[in-house]
């Protein structure tokens, strides 16, 4: 299937051929469809399955989201976001959408209950397919972030919240979260700096 | 938020950051492209990969391509102008084939046309060379000092009964011209045009019938006496001295034009 470990670009050349091929998606070329997918795929289905917790609706996730890639190629612009930071948040919409559809029909059914975000955590360790210098870089830096912040981070990465809605979770005020939030993101931009700005080009 | 409204979910950026600086909201875009760098990637399945290439391709035949307005128009556009193209020049083939064919017939006519005016020219140009020769001959031989003679079947039994013809000297040139009517062509010899005096006979030469003609003529060095008249004989040779065949055609009614 050819999934490749070092699937981000780390050249501005990397990510304008990136770039290409979602030209090549809007003119329809298919193909293009498969060399993306076989360089974001693994990647994407972590993340559904981290958001939704489920093989099979991260699954359906991921052909959501690689068809919604598909009819939206013509609109991809490469100075708005990356290709891979691209179809990151599709995927991420697609699942956070099923993730609310999904806890409204729990609702009407039972009361509403609360998420662990540490529960989310992948059970199926597969082969590693990861960049292992970026992801490690991004694991130290989320790491490094105290707790509540993280914890701020995933709820509202993951789990789609708001901040109100944080702020409701965690019993904490809203101004709180929109501090923690504010102190996170800063801390990650600056550890982070080097692969941003690889992205951006 | 919805995925909906916005695949770049710029709505995230601007929900977890300060978010009204552009370039912190791309960076923190791509931050959030970055978070499941962290994540233990999952391989898909080969029958995953399948089913979603397979939609993919399902979505291009429905639309194809899907994404780009008025895409599926273009090939259908592209090819009624390629028809209408190719109908424009089949049509303006035949059209100038068409052309080209009347256009050389018309050449054709108009090349028979000249023809025809050439050769119309030619006989215009010979019937005034002959009408001006016709005409010239006329004037000389109406001239005043012309002596005519007529010339009539000779003797009691004459070998051409019907033969006659009119013989005019023009004293000033020397030249005679004789006109003959109803003389057959000799089967063997020539015909003999004589000047006769008293003196003797003067050739003035042969009567050339061949080509049909009626009139013949010629030059003599000096003006003949011809007291006696004018004869046509039938000779063996072309250049006799004297008459020794038989008398054809004689003349002494001379007249003198004035």
């Known amino acids: 299937m050819g999934n490749d470990p070092r699937n981000r670009p780390r050249t501005s050349a990397e990510a304008a051929a990136e770039a290409d091929l979602v030209r090549r998606m809007a003119a329809g070329d298919e193909r293009a469809v498969g060399v993306l997918f076989d360089r974001y795929a693994a990647k994407l289905l972590a993340l559904a399955q981290r958001i939704l917790d489920s093989p099979a609706e991260a699954e359906e996730v991921l052909q959501e989201a690689f068809l919604q890639a598909w009819h939206r190629a013509a609109g991809y612009d490469p100075a708005r976001a990356s290709v891979g930071t691209w179809l990151v948040l599709i995927t991420r919409s697609r699942a956070i959408d099923r993730l609310r559809s999904r806890r409204i029909a729990e609702r009407s059914a039972d009361a509403a209950r609360h998420e662990d975000p540490v529960a989310h955590e992948s059970p199926r360790a597969v082969r590693l397919v990861l960049d292992e210098e970026r992801r490690r870089r991004v694991e130290t830096a989320l790491a490094a972030l105290p707790g509540e912040q993280r914890e701020v981070l995933d709820l509202a990465y993951y789990q789609g919240l708001t901040q109100s809605e944080i702020a409701v979770a965690t019993g904490t005020p809203l101004g709180t979260v929109k501090t923690r939030t504010l102190l996170a993101m800063k801390k990650l931009r600056e550890a982070l700096h080097d692969e941003i700005h690889e992205l951006i080009g | ?258």
Do not use: N
Request: net charge negative; hydrophobic share 45%; aromatic share 6%.
């Open chain 2, 1 to 258: 938020m919805t995925a909906d409204d916005d695949p770049l979910d710029f709505d995230l950026a601007t929900a977890l950051t300060a978010g009204d600086d552009p370039g912190l909201a791309r960076a923190d875009l791509e931050l959030f492209g970055l978070l499941p760098e962290r994540l233990v990637a999952i391989a898909p399945s080969p029958a995953l990969r399948e089913r979603v290439l397979a939609a993919v391709a399902r979505e291009a035949r429905r639309s194809d391509p899907p994404a780009r307005p008025g895409g599926r128009w273009l090939l259908p556009l592209a090819a009624s102008v390629a028809f209408a193209a190719l109908a424009g020049s089949l049509w303006l083939g035949t059209r100038l084939t068409r052309q080209e064919r009347a256009l050389a017939d018309l050449r054709a006519e108009l090349d028979a046309a000249r023809g025809e005016i050439a050769a119309l020219t030619r006989s215009r140009g010979d019937l005034m060379v002959t009408s001006g020769t016709l005409a010239a001959q006329l004037s000389r031989v109406t001239a005043p000092g012309v002596v005519v003679c007529p010339l009539r079947p000779s003797g009691d039994r004459p070998s051409q009964p019907g033969a006659q013809a009119l013989a005019f000297l023009v004293p000033e040139e020397g030249t005679w011209y004789l006109h003959a009517r109803g003389l057959a062509p000799p089967a063997r010899g020539v015909y003999v045009f004589w000047f006769l005096g008293e003196a003797g006979p003067a050739l003035g030469g042969v009567v050339r019938l061949d080509a049909g003609a009626e009139l013949t003529h010629g030059r003599l060095p000096e003006v003949p006496r011809m007291d006696v008249g004018m004869a046509v004989t039938l000779e063996e040779d072309a250049s006799p001295t004297r008459p020794s065949g038989p008398f054809i055609l004689f003349g002494d009614e001379k007249i003198q034009l004035s």
